[in-house]
């Protein structure tokens, strides 16, 4: 029995869907098909999946927002998993906020902004969902959303099946990362730290970061945010500015105008575009300054 037989069977109650293009879930618009995608609606569904998965030994990825993430030309061979409805409650809790990791990180804003409360704003401009900010330790410089974590709700696989809250001094949040979570770890929620303000005040805040990034970085063209992490000390964008490499092209992707350490898509430019305008990026920096430049974005 398949593995989407085996769901059925067992009364899973979400989305399963066989060769799904994936360009449609990701910012960048490229990424050929998921083998399987599954939009688990609640922690049953979330549970039976990550055993029948790890029962078939299948491979698993999971997709948040799809802001800083590429697939190939030729997709994910495996089963691609986005939370559902389950994953997407918000409510102010204890002077935090508890919020599901499918809720797009526009709408925790939109959240913070009708209750003033602050400490959030910096996530403006910064699309995805909450899950993939997480993943992610979404931030801009000095400011990311792990110093932020009181605790995270993670659904573990394994012997100990099941959703648990760790807390912040157990997690491992680092530059754009959050390192130590196995191979099966879920992430379902976070409790963040917020403080009590007003919502005239909390916009203001949420303007001021908007200005900015204001014209700082390209926003009519599909790209997936930041390609490179900033080397220690300083920054992809200027080195592979000062590389002369802004407006270069493979096919139709370029390093942007705007800011360069963004690729983006021109129109109809595939994966495999990007991946190669991306060598070319770091095989440049590297022989003009000696910087071997680390990809943020996730590549499957
Ligand atoms: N610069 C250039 N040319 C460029 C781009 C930048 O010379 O094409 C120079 C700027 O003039 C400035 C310096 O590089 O002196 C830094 O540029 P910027 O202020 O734009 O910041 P950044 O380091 O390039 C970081 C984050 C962004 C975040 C901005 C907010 C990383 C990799 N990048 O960019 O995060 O939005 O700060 O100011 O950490 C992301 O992570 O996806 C992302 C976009």
Redesign the pocket.
Known sequence: MGLAEKMSAGGFSGRLAGAEPLSGYCSIGVGGPAELLAVPENMADLSMLMQVIREDGLPHCLLGGGT?VIFSNGGFAGCVIRLGSAFTHIATAGGGIVVGAAVTTARLLAHCRRHGLAGLEFLV??PGTVGGALR?N????GLEIGSRVRQLQLHRGGKTEGAVWVDRADLDFR??DLTGLGEADVILAAELEVEPSTPEEVLAGIEKMQD??RG??PMALPS???????PPG?????L???AGL?GSRVGGAAV?E?????LVNEGGATAEDLLRLARLVREAVQDKFGVTLEE??HVF
């Not at 979404?138 to 410089?141: D, H, K, L, Q, R």
């Not at 705007?258 to 963004?262: E, G, M, T, V």
């Open positions: 800083n401009g910064i992610m979404a931030g801009v410089p530059y754009r900015m990034r700082k970085q997936a945010g930041c390609w490179f992490k900033n300083d920054s992809a964008g200027r592979i500015d000062a802004k942007s705007i800011h360069a350490n963004f943020e974005v």
